[in-house]
């Protein structure tokens, strides 16, 4: 399996994981958008004055670039240590990580406190919700590479 596949399964599995969010957002399951989470970021870190109409042009391209970088580094993971990277169970773990990592690294650096607790009680419980659709976005991608339906 090529890097460029691990590369186009991450976009899928960011695509994915963005629909999720963005529609638990917009329908108020959820009080985090992935998409204004990483734009705000974006116009802090730039220092541009708040709009919410930017911070989607931002944040939509960083967000797809983020899961395009966490499907090559899967790749190149899967290269360091022989692993299939077509198993559920190495993509589950994988995701895991990333959950974590995003509950106390990410979350924290973007503003939103110690596992998202700024925008809600719950976000830890959303972002796990979307990070599921990430790693199913991820796995569903390189099986079907793997078939040579993609």
Request: charged share 10%.
């Amino acid at each position: 399996m090529q890097l460029t596949d691990f590369l186009t399964a991450g976009l899928a599995g960011g695509i994915l994981m963005g629909l999720v969010a963005e529609t638990g957002y917009r329908s108020g399951l959820f009080r985090m958008s992935l998409f204004l989470i990483d734009g705000e970021f974006a116009m802090k870190l730039i220092g541009l004055k708040h709009s919410r109409s930017l911070a989607y042009l931002l944040g939509l391209p960083i967000h797809l670039m983020t899961g395009t970088m966490f499907g090559l580094a899967y790749g190149l993971l899967c290269r360091l240590i022989p692993l299939n990277p077509q198993d559920p169970v190495t993509v589950a773990i994988y995701t895991f990580f990333l959950w974590i990592s995003m509950l106390f690294c990410a979350l924290p650096i973007a503003g939103q406190g110690w596992m998202g607790r700024k925008a809600g009680n719950r976000v830890w419980f959303e972002q796990f919700f979307v990070h599921i659709a990430f790693g199913v976005g991820l796995w569903w991608v390189l099986g079907s590479i793997a078939e040579g339906i993609v």
